[in-house]
């Protein structure tokens, strides 16, 4: 590999001209020249050293360049098509699959791939190409990558790559770009600034939309500094490079301190007020899934919310709010089918198919199921009947749910008897696969396992662990997971990441058996590769400026929805707790503190409304998907908010249902707090945990406080139950003996 430092000269967006201006990367401090150019380049460390090396390159220009940007870029001979090619967030192996072009929602009813077979398809989004002697190129900008970086593993060295970089600099957002040569013999990786996408944009299901970005106009004497980080490192598999990610995504960044917001307890009275006020349809009896007279805000069964927001509501709402979260349970259970699966979609009380697409000429378009609908619920199911059982011993589960439960868990395994895999759209009439493929039911096996527990059915748990392990050798292993939202066909997504991630848990918690932790493992750094690692700036003036949000720990969706979001969808993370515990890497209590304490910042309420970008506040309650770093959407729109109720109010509300504020090491004595509050170890022998609110809402923190060996038991479904609950005003500072100390 050689090093370079590039100059290109637009206009507009269309390259007018481009030269190299070598480098010489074992040297230490360097100065290159070409033309009108100079390039002062200095370097620290090795490529080879677990630090890595950082390359810093100051261009400075002689002459006028009007429309140029600069860049250092890595040129790589000896290139396969054969490697695996990471931008986390963006792209996963190159993105290198079949692409059908279908404009938003892309829907299969307007392709002729159906079956259990079809390949792994994709939209048109950024890539690299599948096919031979065609080109092979993709340009982003920092903002559309969770961390600005690019990772490769070449297969045939068995060697791993990392280059990290930084948002940007003074003239804004840098870009990310690989290009391949026409035979795929070499291959150049670059970083530039300002960045500039040539001729061609991504907006929305389609990479050809005209570019709008512009290059600087440098005048004499101009300077612009572009870093990076770079790591060469052993790579023998895929999994390396995840790891290898993991221990360098954040390196020379302090941990991020959190948000400052309101407490769990907090918004959650907030959020409870606003499901009891504005998402019950008192017609039908349910929690809808979001406040719109509009379709799909109506009720939709899992993956958005439907059936999963009545689990945080049963276990933490009011009278009334149970009494709801079981009405909710009634009416799913009535949208069972005679193959087992529920009906996808309800509006106005009338039901319709998962499809998104409204053509005359499809074929039995109220039968499309997306099948991680079904999978979610019966996982959810699951969830609400222990429950039940543990917090509420009195109260008689209805026959019906527990004979509906089982058939759902009967559709599962016919579908695996059949084709062995679940695929990822049923026929909800006949429970047959519609398409097959994609990792979008990667939470059934969970679902299946607290089944075969729940009622010791032997085959339920059979299927759940022959299932997950299909999953893992199909997706875990390959680096990518496909297919988890329901209108993306089978790109690479994080919400299918983190549903393997919850089934290998459940796995492990209901058998024992280790293997499912190394499996976790794996799940758990693809998963990370999903979540924001830093704070990105936002331009200023926008909403997400104006109210300091901090994107550390926010999840991008998929690779054709790009947009960051608050959360996981549709889950609390607790998984990651349940790993941390078996395993002692702090790494996922740190991710799951990122991912779960900046979640309230992002709360609409009435002290501190969030103005979507249609110019109205949101009632307070109120929770946007969006956390626009990209400009998918429009360049207005980074920083901006749809102002729709939404799928992620959901994971904050199970957040507070399912995870502790405060986790205390009773061994090590390491606090981590991911609640509002603060905590200190008292300078005393009694050695008390001083808890203080600094905010200005009083709060109902949830602590777990155990020792290394009671953390190597497993959790459970309900072993938030056994939670102390701390409550400290505002202001106030609570002084707690975890110790027997008084």
Not at 171 to 199: C, L, Y
Not at 669 to 683: A, K
Not at 693 to 720: D, Q
Request: one cysteine or more.
């Amino acid at each position: 590999m050689t090093y370079a430092g590039s100059v290109t000269k637009y206009k507009g967006s269309e390259i007018r001209e481009s030269f190299d201006i070598p480098l010489h990367c074992e040297a230490e401090n360097q100065t290159a020249l070409s033309r009108d150019w100079s390039v002062q380049v200095s370097i620290e460390g090795s490529v080879d050293h677990p630090d890595g090396q950082i390359l810093t390159a100051q261009f400075q220009s002689h002459d006028v360049s009007d429309e140029s940007a600069v860049a250092l870029s890595f040129l790589w001979s000896g290139w396969s098509a054969q490697n695996y090619v990471l931008v986390p967030g963006a792209i996963y192996a190159g993105n290198r699959f079949e692409v059908r072009e279908l404009s938003y929602a892309p829907c299969w009813s307007r392709l002729d791939d159906i079956g259990p077979n079809v390949p792994n398809l994709i939209t048109d989004v950024p890539r690299l190409s599948n096919k031979e002697q065609v080109p092979s190129a993709f340009h982003l900008l920092t903002g559309d990558a969770a961390t600005p970086a690019v990772g490769i593993m070449d297969q045939a060295s068995a060697t791993g790559w990392l280059f990290v970089t930084e948002q940007g600099t003074a003239f804004g957002d840098s870009s990310i770009h690989v290009v391949e040569n026409a035979d795929r013999s070499s291959a150049r990786i670059s970083f530039q600034t300002p960045g500039v996408r040539p001729s061609v944009k991504y907006e929305m299901a389609t990479t050809k939309v005209p570019g709008t970005d512009r290059g600087h106009d440098f005048k004499p004497g101009d300077t612009v500094e572009l870093s990076c980080r770079i790591y060469r490192f052993s790579c023998p598999n895929v999994q390396t490079l995840f790891e290898r990610f993991a221990a360098v995504r954040q390196k020379g960044q302090p941990q991020a301190a959190l948000a400052r917001s309101l407490p769990f307890s907090a918004a959650w009275e907030i959020q409870e007020r606003k499901y009891n006020a504005m998402n019950w349809n008192a017609e039908l009896g349910y929690y809808a899934v979001g406040t719109i007279d509009m379709k799909h805000q109506d009720w939709q069964v899992g993956w958005v919310g439907g059936g999963m927001s009545s689990l945080a509501l049963l276990l933490e709402g009011s009278d009334l709010s149970v009494s709801r979260a079981l009405d909710t349970l009634r009416f799913l259970f009535s949208s069972q089918t005679e193959a087992g699966f529920f009906r996808g979609v309800c509006y106005n009380g009338q039901w319709y198919g998962d499809e998104f697409n409204d053509a005359p000429d499809r074929k039995y378009p109220e039968q499309w199921h997306i099948l991680r609908k079904s999978a979610d619920a019966l996982y959810f199911i699951m969830k609400h009947l222990i429950a039940l059982k543990e917090a509420r011993p009195d109260y008689v589960i209805p026959g019906e749910w527990l004979d509906g439960t089982r058939r759902l868990a009967d559709a599962f395994v016919r579908l695996w008897h059949k084709y062995g895999q679940f695929g990822q759209w049923v026929h909800t009439g006949t429970g047959d696969i519609i398409i097959g493929g994609s990792a979008g039911g990667g939470i059934a096996p969970a679902g299946l396992a607290l089944c075969g527990k729940y009622f010791n059915e032997d085959i339920y748990m059979a299927v759940a662990e022959l299932s997950a392990r299909h999953y893992y050798r199909e997706f875990t292993l390959q680096g990518f997971t496909t297919g988890g939202p329901g209108e993306i066909l089978q790109c690479p997504d994080s919400e299918s990441a983190f549903a393997l991630l919850e089934s290998y848990m459940v796995l492990y918690e209901t058998s024992g058996d280790w293997d499912w932790i190394r499996m976790a493992e794996e799940a758990a750094l693809q998963a990370m590769t999903w979540c924001v690692s830093y704070d990105f700036s936002f331009p200023k003036g926008s909403t997400f400026e104006q109210l300091g949000i901090r994107t550390t720990g926010s999840v991008i969706a998929n690779v054709q929805n790009k947009h960051s979001a608050p959360g996981i969808c549709t889950l609390s993370g607790d998984s990651l707790l349940k790993l941390y515990r078996a395993t002692g890497n702090n790494d996922y209590l740190e991710l799951l503190r990122e991912i779960a304490g900046h979640l309230p910042q992002y709360l609409s309420r009435a002290d501190r409304p969030v103005r979507g970008w249609e110019g109205w506040d949101m009632p307070p309650g109120y929770m946007s998907e969006r956390v626009n770093m990209s400009d998918w959407e429009g360049k207005d729109n980074v920083g901006e908010a749809i102002p729709y109720s939404c799928w992620c109010e959901v994971s904050l509300m199970l957040t507070y249902a399912e995870l502790p504020g405060i986790y205390v090491n009773k061994t090590t004595g390491i606090v981590t707090v991911i609640d509002q509050v603060e905590c200190s170890w008292e300078e005393s022998p009694s050695r008390n945990l001083l808890i203080t609110n600094p905010t200005g809402f009083p709060a109902e923190v949830k602590l777990l406080a155990e020792t290394e060996e009671e953390a190597a038991l497993p959790l459970g479904s309900c072993g938030y139950l056994q939670w102390s609950r701390i409550k400290v005003e505002p202001g106030e500072t609570k002084r707690l003996s975890l110790f027997g100390h008084h």
